[in-house]
């Protein structure tokens, strides 16, 4: 019995989401990040002026002192650092230094450039309906999870 859609559709969403995980970690590890580091990057990134540890834990879904382990590696490679918060001397925040938004901005440029050059495969008119897929199938797993 041939496989129908769904399941041809799924398969191909697990072998993408694992190629592009194992591409994108070999692609860090060459700038000496792990992707939770990356991500946690990326969180500090977005949030800003600072963000307290336990605000990174519960926003990546992890436990505070799994938090802090990630946290004080990237301390110790001199991507972020640790101030007090000046709205609460009982809290610390996490902030990303200069070397650390330097190596981001590169990690973020080389995972660009492995797209554009995948994607270089495509025709515009084949790019512009993967977009308008992409963003329909995302829209459809938004509305589910509502």
């Known amino acids: 019995m041939p496989p129908d859609d769904y399941e041809i559709i799924e398969q191909a969403l697990q072998r993408l989401q694992w190629a592009e995980q194992k591409k994108f970690s070999q692609l860090l590890a060459l700038h000496n990040l792990t992707l939770p580091q990356f991500l946690v990057l990326m969180a500090i990134r977005r949030r800003g002026a600072g963000c ?4 990174l834990a519960e926003e990546m879904w992890q436990a505070y002192p799994t938090m802090t382990g990630i946290v004080d590696r990237l301390k110790e490679a001199g991507l972020v650092a640790r101030a007090d918060d000046p709205n609460d001397r009982r809290k610390v925040v996490v902030q990303l ?3 650390g938004r330097t190596l981001l901005e590169r990690a973020r440029g080389a995972r660009r450039a492995r797209m554009i050059r995948a994607l270089a495969h495509f025709s515009p008119r084949e790019r ?11 829209e459809a797993l938004e509305k589910e999870a509502e």
């Open 52 to 55: 307290p540890i336990g605000t």
């Open 97 to 99: 230094t200069a070397a």
């Open 128 to 138: 512009r309906e993967l977009v308008r897929l992409v963003k329909k199938y995302l």
